[in-house]
């Protein structure tokens, strides 16, 4: 069974850090593709970032570009995300999904059960 | 930067056809995944590459993608399909969502 489970979230000022990270099980880790997915509170989704299975491709998106970076471990089964520079808009339930493979798109085929982030002054 | 549009709500009866709809320019070039998110829960794929199905998505669940419009079709619509539903694509290196669709099934 394919778990993944984000950790790492929590109340941070504005203008900190934060790292979260997501415990992969269940599937071969090393061999998929990774994204982060975030929801602000009573929001729609928000894709984040992607990261290739071997870290060879990575993508964010506009509003997080320069601040956050995704990263990966394939010997601990483990994705992060390192978040700099917070700020108010950075609210939200961080998810990280499995990507499917499909090229030239991505495919979250499972998701994590988030991790929430709260950046307050 | 690529924008995809849903109603924010669709209403239907229990036993009838829902159909959600996400608009986007020539959307139909690209492939469009479909995700079901009920009230406090994490999301869930029901549509993928367009049309597939993933294991465990009843049959009641289909989908299109032709011209700007990619539509979810739900027939036989059940109680337990009350949820958000959001549309999303890729497009030039990003993912993009639409803004997602509250379905009720009254």
């Known amino acids: ?121 | 930067s690529y924008e995809l549009s849903q109603p924010p709500s669709v209403s239907v009866s229990p036993g009838q056809t829902a159909s959600i709809t996400c608009s986007g320019d020539k959307l139909g070039d690209k492939y469009a995944c479909w995700y079901q998110q009920k009230s406090g829960q994490s999301p869930m794929m029901v549509i993928y590459q367009n049309t597939k199905r993933p294991s465990g998505i009843p049959e009641r669940f289909s989908g299109s993608n032709s011209g700007n419009t990619a539509t979810l079709t739900i027939s036989g619509t059940q109680s337990v399909d009350e949820a958000d539903y959001y549309c999303q694509a890729w497009d030039s290196n990003t993912g993009v969502f639409g803004g997602g669709t509250k379905l009720t099934v009254l």
Request: with cysteine; proline share 1%; net charge neutral.
């Open chain 1, 1 to 121: 069974e394919v778990q993944l489970a984000e950790s790492g979230g929590g109340l941070v000022q504005r203008g900190g850090s934060l790292r979260l990270s997501c415990a992969a099980n269940g599937f071969t880790f090393k061999t998929y593709g990774m994204n982060w997915v975030r929801q602000a509170p009573g929001k729609g989704l928000e894709w984040v970032s992607y990261i290739s299975s071997s870290s060879g491709t990575i993508y964010y998106a506009d509003s997080v570009k320069g601040r956050f970076t995704v990263s990966r471990d394939n010997a601990r089964n483990s994705l992060f995300l390192q978040m700099n520079s917070l700020r108010d808009e950075d609210t939200a339930v961080y998810y990280c999904t499995r990507d499917l493979g499909i090229a030239a798109t991505i495919t979250c085929d499972y998701w994590g059960q988030g991790t929430l982030v709260t950046v307050s002054s």
